[in-house]
């Protein structure tokens, strides 16, 4: 399977100050179209997951564009540019490529 | 608005089955590959199983393979989840999601419901 690394485990952060947060994948998520196949998910205290980034570096639907994806290949890395109070709780990458989908372990955004 | 509702979930003792249940609204159930993605107490995420929009292929995490079954009826809107075999460690909330897709591209998993709760137990 799959494994995927997520650095930091945790994460305090300033509001207003930029984060960043790193998965790194055992295997390529590189497909042959072009499109990493790479999503991040938030889940906010006491809420179900939601989708925050998908195929590397777009955007869902409603996702303010603090937020951004990029990388490629086995490293990724989630950003956002400036940290605001409703972001906090845990944010997982999740690869799509190879089955079976494998989850990182989670990264916890608290606020400062 | 697009909503999942799972249903199904409560407290089963180890070796014995439970099926869970997700009813969809609010979009067309029938073009959208689903999944159940499950989360144990205090824990990360993990993916349990994949069905295609028609049901001709199924995926399964290697954890619950030969034990769980997932299905859908694409008349009644409904994703199914046979679980058998239960063991203490399938004790978790299990999450009905989504696939989203657009103009033939994935888009993440980008609809999940509230989630019903399994507890494995003796």
């Known amino acids: 399977d799959v494994v995927m690394t997520q650095s930091p485990l945790s994460l305090s952060v300033t509001p207003g100050e930029p984060a960043s947060i790193s998965c790194r994948s055992s295997?390529?998520?590189?497909?042959?179209?072009?499109?990493?196949?790479l999503d991040w998910y938030l889940q906010k205290p006491g809420q179900s997951p939601q989708l925050l980034i998908y195929l590397g570096s777009n955007r869902a639907s409603g996702v303010p564009d603090r937020f951004s994806g990029s990388g490629s290949g086995t490293d990724f890395t989630l950003k956002i540019s400036r940290v605001e109070p409703e972001d906090v709780g845990v944010y997982y990458c999740m690869q799509c490529l190879h089955s079976p989908r494998t989850f990182g372990g989670g990264t916890k955004v608290e606020i400062k | 608005q697009v909503q999942l509702e799972e249903s199904g979930g409560g407290v089963v003792q180890p070796g014995r089955s439970l099926r869970l249940s997700c009813s969809a609204s609010g979009f067309t159930f029938s073009s959208h590959g689903m999944n159940w993605v499950r989360q144990a107490p205090g824990k990360g995420l993990e993916w349990v199983a994949q069905?295609?929009?028609?049901?001709?292929?199924?995926y399964y995490a290697d954890s619950v393979k030969g034990r769980f079954t997932i299905s859908r009826d694409n008349s009644k809107d409904t994703l199914y989840l046979q679980m058998n075999s239960l063991r203490d460690e399938d004790t978790a909330v299990y999450y009905c999601?989504?696939?989203?897709?657009?103009?033939?591209?994935?888009?993440?998993?980008?609809?999940w419901g509230q989630g019903t709760t399994v507890t494995v137990s003796s």
């Open positions: 295997q390529s998520l590189l497909y042959s179209n072009g499109y990493n196949y």
């Open positions: 069905i295609w929009f028609d049901g001709s292929n199924k």
């Open positions: 999601v989504r696939e989203g897709w657009m103009r033939d591209h994935y888009t993440g998993m980008d609809v």
